[in-house]
């Protein structure tokens, strides 16, 4: 299925956000998502299902001062 990942078009093939993430490579890191505009916390994500066009945002927290 098509997504837009931060603006680029990508393709899944897992309809789970959870498995989505894996398969884009985010593995078991620390990000947070937004799906559609809308923040998912990490204990939701398993919960949701994407559908075609769906936009997700992904960004990692920055350490530093």
């Given amino acids: 299925m098509n997504i837009l990942l931060n603006g680029e078009k990508k393709i899944v093939s897992s309809p789970n956000l959870t498995e989505a993430l894996h398969e884009l490579g985010y593995g ?26 769906d936009r997700l945002e992904v960004l990692a927290p920055m350490q530093g001062g």
């Fill in 28 to 53: 078991d890191a620390k990000i947070a998502t937004a799906l559609n505009e809308e923040f998912i916390p990490e204990n939701k994500r398993r919960d949701i299902v994407l559908d075609a066009g």
